[in-house]
């Protein structure tokens, strides 16, 4: 059963002001007390009313001023020489979408960060660059373009970039807005700097590689994936091999979570990430879901229509989807697939009871556009 949505109905606040009313309002006031009847509809709507509105970052047009960066700021003093994207809607937070930042970090030929470690969640998407590594809790990890890894919450890091040549572009992406929402933020600085790394590199890659559950080491009983990165080429591969067997999500094509090799589920409690694949010319149905997504384009071209706007994308271009927004993509090229990597709050979502989705029925399941 449907039922009107309507703030003058009954069972919604619709008391009017009087004058009485208002002198009881400055009463309570002075009490730091107030009325919820005249704040109710508004923090209890009828349905999502997200701050954030949908975006599209050109990566042509931030690269230079990326790079512009290694000139003017000493990855000392910086800490972090990262150029962030800030949702016109959420610059409050300095989020991306809903409580997710991200940001474009760039490290310099044989430059490497200090050690630290905090509270909020974050994970890495190479863009650009040979040279990338970081080092998680003593495990280095060498990652190339299009590799995703994760820096779990709690865990010591660092960051450089071991080639001579060129300079690393990866894209961050933290749950920072959200830990601060919950004032529960913790930072702490290495107490020597830099973590003496382990022997062998890639070690939870060669541990965990092929989908197979190793016997013989430490159980792993740690609320994220003990897998930190995760590879291009076999992941495009998974997916082109998922092509093969399964028409996919009507949705989104065929799309695939990264997960946790011990549980099945998401790589950390508070975000996950998937890669998806459009087949050549693929439009998909518009579908809205609790939860933010950023979109990054890992491969390919098309266009995405998110809340009855198009945004045309490159590979690297970064876009939103704002929770409870309807959303569609369109794989533009007729001859090659497109392939988008994501990361989102649906764990949290998922934890909470939160998670709801819908899928657009009107129109042929696709959004009218101006």
């Not at 003017?72 to 979408?97: C, E, F, I, T, Y």
């Not at 490497?112 to 590594?133: C, S, Y």
């Amino acid at each position: 059963m449907t039922i009107e949505q309507d703030d003058t109905m009954l069972g919604r606040a619709r008391v009017s002001d009087t004058p009485e009313l208002t002198r009881y309002y400055e009463e309570l006031g002075t009490l730091d007390a107030g009325a919820l009847w005249t704040v109710a509809n508004d923090i209890e709507p009828w349905y999502p009313q997200p701050k954030s509105v949908p975006v599209l970052w050109r990566y042509s047009e931030l690269r230079p001023l990326v790079h512009k960066a290694l000139g003017l700021v000493k990855g000392d003093d910086a800490g972090r020489r990262v150029v962030m994207l800030v949702n016109p809607g959420r610059k409050d937070v300095s989020a991306a979408a809903g409580l997710l930042y991200t940001g474009l970090q760039i490290m310099g030929p044989g430059e490497a960060m200090t050690a630290h470690r905090h509270q909020a969640a974050a994970l890495r998407f190479v863009h650009e660059g040979t040279g990338a590594w970081t080092i998680v809790d003593g495990q280095k990890l060498k990652v190339g373009p299009r590799d995703f890894a994760i820096t779990p919450n709690g865990t010591w890091h660092e960051h450089g970039n071991d080639a001579d040549d060129a300079p690393v572009i990866w894209q961050d992406g933290l749950d920072i807005p959200l830990v601060n929402a919950l004032d529960a933020g913790f930072y702490e600085v290495h107490p020597e700097l830099y973590q003496t790394p382990g022997k062998v590199i890639n070690s939870s890659v060669l541990t965990y590689a092929a989908n197979l559950l190793p016997y013989g080491v430490e159980k792993w009983t740690r609320p994220y994936s003990p897998l930190l990165a995760y590879p291009w080429e076999p992941t495009y591969e998974a997916l082109r091999g998922l092509a093969k067997a399964s028409e996919g999500s009507p949705y989104d094509g065929i799309i695939a979570e990264y997960t946790n090799p011990v549980t099945g589920g998401s790589v950390m409690p508070t975000m996950g990430a998937h890669m998806q694949l459009l087949r050549p010319g693929q439009a998909t149905l518009a579908h809205r879901h609790t939860g933010s997504v950023i979109y990054t384009v890992a491969k390919g071209h098309g266009v995405s229509v998110i809340a009855g706007q198009r945004f045309e994308w490159r590979q690297g271009d970064i876009f939103c989807v704002p929770s409870w927004a309807w959303h569609e993509h369109h794989n533009l090229d007729e001859s090659e697939d497109a392939c988008l990597f994501s990361f989102d709050d649906f764990p949290v979502m998922r934890s909470l009871g939160f998670h709801r989705e819908e899928a657009y029925t009107d129109n042929g399941g696709h959004q009218p556009t101006p």
